[in-house]
């Protein structure tokens, strides 16, 4: 949409490991949850992942509980998403947000003020 801007996404084989950026040049991400959420073909989009604005709390799917981890660089104010043991049906596309401060609203996406594009995540068999 134009303030979270996304990059590292692609095809990648099952099992293999991927990870997604999000910069925010123009607004600070230092107050706010950051998220991810994806959408694959013919699906709702689904929340992935959260990560409270004070670093110390986080969240995820159960989908990708234990494989996937969310992390923050405030000196460059950059959101990750490290993808590890993909699977196939991780195939979507990904979508960074921000906007929350309220930590029980990281999983809606309505409450998510600022997005980012969107990055493309095929894993194959």
């Known amino acids: 949409q134009g303030e979270l801007v996304q990059s590292g996404g692609g095809l990648v084989q099952a099992g293999g490991s991927l990870r997604l950026s999000c910069a925010a040049s123009?607004?600070?991400?230092?107050?706010?949850?950051v998220g991810w959420f994806r959408q694959a073909p013919g699906k709702e989009r689904e929340f992935v992942a959260a990560l409270h604005w004070s670093g110390n709390l986080d969240n995820y799917a159960d989908s990708v509980k234990g494989r996937f981890t969310i992390s923050r660089d405030n000196a460059k104010n950059t959101v990750y998403l490290q993808m590890n043991n993909l699977k196939t049906e991780d195939t979507a596309v990904y979508y960074c947000?921000?906007?929350?401060?309220?930590?029980?609203?990281?999983?809606?996406?309505?409450?998510?003020?600022?997005w980012g594009q969107g990055t493309q995540v095929t894993v194959s068999s």
């Open positions: 123009e607004r600070s991400l230092l107050n706010v949850i």
């Open positions: 947000a921000a906007g929350p401060q309220v930590w029980y609203e990281r999983t809606a996406g309505d409450r998510y003020d600022y």
